[in-house]
C-alpha cells in the first residue's frame, strides 16, 4: 500500500521561503520519477518540479530560479524548496509519484498523490 505524506506547508510573507517534504511508504523515491504539483479552486493542477531516478529535473516557468526539487534517497523524502514566495504561488501542493522513469510534469502520467498542503503567501 502506497502513501504519500506531505508536510512544511504554511502561512508566510512575501519574499519568504518554505521547504516541502514528502515521505513515501510502499515505495522508494530512488526508483521512480517525482514531482510537485499545485492546485487553487478553479484552477488545473499545475505540475511544479519534477525529479527523474537519476536526478535530473524539471522546472514551470512560473517558478524557475525560486524553487528547486530535490530528493534524499537515503531518508526516503523528497523535497521542494521555495524561495521568493509570491502571492500567485498560494495554492495547495501535491507530492505525485510515477510508475516510470521518465521526467515528466504532466499529472497523467503520475499514480500516486499526496493528501496536499497549503501554502499561503501574503
Known amino acids: 500500500h502506497v502513501q504519500l505524506v506531505e508536510s512544511g506547508g504554511g502561512s508566510v510573507q512575501t519574499g519568504g521561503s518554505l521547504r516541502l517534504s514528502c515521505a513515501p511508504s510502499g515505495l522508494s523515491v530512488s526508483d521512480f520519477s517525482m514531482a510537485w504539483f499545485r492546485q487553487t479552486p478553479g484552477k488545473e493542477r499545475e505540475g511544479v518540479a519534477a525529479i527523474d531516478s537519476a536526478g535530473y529535473t524539471s522546472y514551470a516557468d512560473s517558478v524557475k530560479g525560486r524553487f528547486a526539487i530535490s530528493k534524499d534517497n537515503a531518508k526516503n523524502t523528497l523535497y521542494l524548496r521555495m524561495n521568493s514566495l509570491k502571492p500567485e504561488d498560494t495554492a495547495m501542493y501535491y507530492c505525485?509519484?510515477?510508475?516510470?522513469?521518465?521526467?515528466?510534469?504532466?499529472?497523467?502520467?503520475?499514480?500516486?498523490w499526496g493528501q496536499g498542503t497549503q501554502v499561503t503567501v501574503s
Open positions: 505525485a509519484a510515477t510508475l516510470g522513469l521518465c521526467l515528466t510534469r504532466a499529472s497523467a502520467d503520475f499514480y500516486y
